[in-house]
Nanobody, 126 residues
């Protein structure tokens, strides 16, 4: 498994923006693996919100965040990013990055992943 550390969460008003980061420890390379992003609100199941693949050239998003969130990565720094714009109160959750079991197999379901960060809290007020 891979050690992942998320950061960048915080409190923001509706309509605002935040950028989350996901630093991967040695043994994981963003350039040769896909990476997933998830969130979990209190009392709700973990939701896959998107993933990035093919060295960062491809992204897939859940309908709930498409057009508002952008996943990217810096291969040289081995860091992934989740840019969140036009935030809504319903985006309030703990956000996680996740490394896949198989480096080129990612999806919106948590079953594709076996390494998770500790998460970072995002709170959006109305």
């Amino acid at each position: 498994q891979v050690q992942l550390v998320e950061s960048g969460g915080g409190s923001v008003q509706a309509g605002g923006s935040l950028r989350l980061s996901c630093v991967a420890a040695s043994g994981f390379s963003y350039s040769s693996s896909c990476m997933g992003w998830f969130r979990q609100a209190p009392g709700k199941e973990r939701e896959g919100i998107g993933f990035i693949y093919n060295g960062g050239s491809g992204t897939v998003y859940a309908a709930s965040v498409k057009g508002r969130f952008t996943i990217s990565q810096d291969n040289a720094k081995n860091v992934g990013y989740l840019q969140m714009d036009s935030l809504k109160p319903e985006d309030t959750a703990r956000y996680f990055c996740a490394a896949p079991i198989r480096s080129h197999v990612c999806g919106l379901g948590s079953r594709f992943y076996n390494s998770w960060g500790q998460g970072t809290q995002v709170t959006v007020s109305s």
